[in-house]
């Protein structure tokens, strides 16, 4: 009975020694980042999210504004800051990724303020070609074009809102298994989220719990545009309890 009890202490050592806990955030301060500069921050802010990638840490923004443009976001990327205000300065993204993996923001706010780009398929937000992305506990106003653009994007945004974008919220394109969950979307020009495919196929994209209201058609059109969710050409998408008010044209608009 001893020696049994001797050999399940060594295993229960062994198995706490060898338990990984999550890296520790690091204040962007530590990084020469502070907030309320008044000054474009956009290349301390490049550096800072290279170095704390590298090292796989998060970073930490205290609540306050930063004025940033076309910051891109390598792999690893973890940007946390509640109370933190992401301020656009220029006509390009504020942030962009493309070719990563495992990129997470949450908490921050973001204010456009009109600036950012205004073409059609590039957002405030631009993500192409990453895997496990999240956005998560995010407020995105007023961005002139997309908030929020996706290209061949796996991951999820929750929890957060978008208010004032010029066409659409969420446009996500060429998804793999997207989750877009319990999101508040108002006031948008042209779409709430639109989920799209180039040609019919399996997208697996999750549209849930989201409230969307005040979606209106700009560009005019007889239903391509003014829907509260539309699907296009994207198989294998769930679309369940939704509140969806106020629509120029259609609640739930699915072609495919």
């Known amino acids: ?14 198995v706490t020694s060898a338990v990984i806990r999550p890296a520790m955030a690091q204040s962007a301060r530590s990084f020469g980042i502070v907030p ?3 000054s ?5 802010f490049q550096s800072m999210i290279n170095r704390a990638a590298l090292l796989g840490s998060p970073i930490r923004l205290e609540p306050g504004k930063y004025l940033i443009s076309n910051i891109d976001l390598p792999s690893n990327t973890n940007i ?23 990129v997470r923001l949450s908490g921050l706010t973001v204010q456009s303020g009109a600036r950012g780009p205004k073409s059609d398929d590039v957002g405030l937000f631009d993500i192409r070609d990453v895997r496990d992305f999240a956005l998560i ?3 995105i106003d007023g961005a002139p074009n997309d908030a929020a653009y996706l290209e061949n994007v796996s991951g999820r945004i929750i929890d957060c809102q978008i208010e004032n974008a010029g066409r659409f919220a969420i446009f996500a394109r060429q998804s793999a298994r997207l989750n877009i969950l319990n999101n508040f979307i108002s006031a948008c020009g042209d779409g709430g989220i ?4 180039w040609e019919n196929g399996a997208d ?4 849930a719990n989201n409230t969307i209201d005040q979606i209106g058609a700009s560009r005019g059109g007889w239903g391509q545009w003014g829907n509260g969710i539309n699907v296009f050409r994207a198989d294998d998408v769930i679309v369940e309890n939704n509140e969806i008010s106020d629509c120029a044209f ?7």
């Open 194 to 197: 639109i989920v799209h495919r």
């Open 137 to 139: 506990g995010l407020k």
């Open 250 to 256: 259609t609640a739930i608009r699915a072609n495919t």
């Open 204 to 207: 697996g994209t999750i549209i």
């Open 80 to 102: 946390q800051g509640r109370g933190a205000v992401l301020i656009a300065n220029g006509d390009n993204p504020l942030l962009r990724c493309g070719n990563a993996n495992n």
């Open 1 to 14: 009975m001893q020696r049994r009890r001797f050999l399940a202490g060594i295993g229960t050592v062994a």
């Open 40 to 44: 474009d921050q956009s290349a301390r």
């Open 36 to 38: 309320n500069t008044h």
